[in-house]
């Protein structure tokens, strides 16, 4: 397949009205600015005339190209199906819903192709949309930047750039989308950037999101990070969790016995053993240990049967076939 410069990934959900203008803008940027150029329009399942627009619109420019779902899977399966379509040296990915702005295209291409990043995502600094996005959104920011590591004012910005090969190696789903970021920095693409851009009010429609997604965002944020650090090596996680416990267990199991070894040797009232509540803590403390154990046994042998070396991702090599 001939590389062009830049393959731009559209997801989309009911967007009949706006796709017209995005698709004319685009293509307006790509020719003043000499890029050659695909744009991939990803229909996740819209119920109104979208896909009949797409068709249109693909019959009057050749750089169109489109996916269509049955049905509505999320934004994170459109994103991974349109990057398994890229042909282009940069990938953009940018909302259907005209607030991201296509002008932007052209400076974050600069910063791949002439700074070396391997991913730069879009900042919207200044916001047009309610304080009830905004605040859980600024919270939301704060603690992925604690968790990840990774020092972006805005991880959910629909408006980004990555280098081609890079998205090749990005497994995005449920929804994962939000944590692209992070999903690179545990891929090893470590140079990863921002640049502020402009942030349009929504012209046409309604949004598709709700607060919900802020409370999945966060069970997604934890999920992510579970599976990126302990996937080869569940064992360490589980493992010294049920060390912790079954040692807190063994260690109050001693407490309870001595006590009462020590009550009767000098003829003190004594309780039985089971009518105390530690002794069911230790209990507690003892199974659940052990559970862990096998938890983290299981897990290991999972991940040895399902590690292969396509799970490891070559930069280079040198005659090696």
């Given at each position: 397949?001939?590389?062009?410069?830049?393959s731009?990934?559209?997801?989309?959900?009911?967007?009949?009205?706006?796709?017209?203008?995005?698709?004319?803008?685009?293509?307006?940027?790509?020719?003043?600015?000499?890029?050659s150029?695909?744009?991939?329009?990803?229909?996740?399942?819209?119920?109104?005339?979208?896909?009949?627009?797409?068709?249109?619109?693909?019959?009057?420019?050749?750089?169109?190209?489109?996916?269509?779902?049955?049905?509505?899977?999320?934004?994170?399966?459109?994103?991974?199906?349109?990057?398994?379509?890229?042909?282009?040296?940069?990938?953009?990915?940018?909302?259907?819903?005209?607030?991201?702005?296509?002008?932007?295209?052209?400076?974050?291409y600069?910063?791949?192709?002439?700074?070396?990043?391997?991913?730069?995502?879009?900042?919207?600094?200044?916001?047009?949309?309610?304080?009830?996005?905004?605040?859980?959104?600024?919270f939301?920011?704060?603690?992925?930047?604690?968790?990840?590591?990774?020092?972006?004012?805005?991880?959910?910005?629909?408006?980004?750039?990555?280098?081609?090969?890079?998205?090749?190696?990005?497994?995005?789903?449920?929804?994962?989308?939000?944590?692209?970021?992070?999903?690179?920095?545990?891929?090893?693409?470590?140079?990863?950037?921002?640049?502020?851009?402009?942030?349009?009010?929504?012209?046409?429609?309604?949004?598709?999101?709700?607060?919900?997604?802020?409370v999945?965002?966060?069970?997604?944020?934890?999920?992510?990070?579970?599976?990126?650090?302990?996937?080869?090596?569940?064992?360490h996680?589980?493992?010294?969790?049920?060390?912790?416990?079954?040692?807190?267990?063994?260690?109050?199991?001693?407490?309870?016995i001595?006590?009462?070894?020590?009550?009767?040797?000098?003829?003190?009232?004594?309780?039985?053993?089971?009518?105390?509540?530690?002794?069911?803590?230790?209990?507690?403390?003892?199974?659940?240990?052990?559970?862990l154990f096998?938890?983290?046994?299981?897990?290991?042998?999972?991940?040895?049967?399902?590690?292969?070396?396509?799970?490891?991702?070559v930069?280079?090599?040198?005659?090696?076939?």
């Amino acid at each position: 397949m001939q590389k062009i410069d830049i393959s731009v990934v559209v997801p989309l959900y009911n967007e009949e009205e706006s796709l017209p203008e995005l698709c004319e803008w685009v293509s307006r940027v790509m020719i003043s600015h000499g890029f050659s150029y695909e744009l991939i329009l990803v229909d996740d399942g819209s119920d109104d005339t979208s896909w009949n627009v797409i068709q249109e619109l693909s019959a009057k420019n050749q750089h169109i190209k489109a996916l269509k779902f049955n049905r509505n899977y999320g934004k994170s399966a459109a994103l991974n199906s349109g990057f398994k379509q890229t042909q282009g040296s940069v990938v953009i990915t940018m909302d259907a819903d005209l607030q991201d702005s296509p002008d932007e295209i052209p400076a974050l291409y600069k910063k791949i192709k002439e700074e070396g990043f391997d991913m730069v995502s879009g900042w919207k600094k200044k916001r047009h949309d309610p304080i009830t996005k905004t605040i859980p959104s600024k919270f939301f920011n704060y603690v992925t930047r604690k968790i990840s590591g990774i020092k972006l004012h805005d991880f959910n910005c629909g408006l980004k750039a990555y280098r081609g090969e890079m998205v090749k190696h990005l497994n995005v789903y449920g929804e994962m989308h939000r944590y692209i970021p992070v999903i690179a920095k545990w891929n090893g693409y470590r140079k990863i950037g921002e640049q502020v851009v402009q942030h349009r009010e929504r012209k046409y429609g309604t949004t598709k999101f709700g607060l919900e997604r802020f409370v999945n965002g966060f069970l997604d944020l934890l999920s992510i990070t579970f599976v990126s650090r302990f996937k080869r090596k569940p064992m360490h996680f589980f493992g010294l969790l049920g060390t912790l416990s079954f040692f807190s267990g063994f260690v109050i199991t001693c407490y309870v016995i001595g006590d009462k070894l020590y009550k009767l040797h000098n003829k003190l009232p004594v309780r039985d053993i089971t009518d105390q509540p530690l002794f069911f803590l230790a209990l507690v403390a003892l199974v659940v240990g052990v559970q862990l154990f096998l938890t983290g046994f299981l897990a290991e042998m999972l991940a040895m049967k399902s590690n292969s070396s396509k799970d490891y991702l070559v930069s280079d090599s040198i005659r090696v076939s």
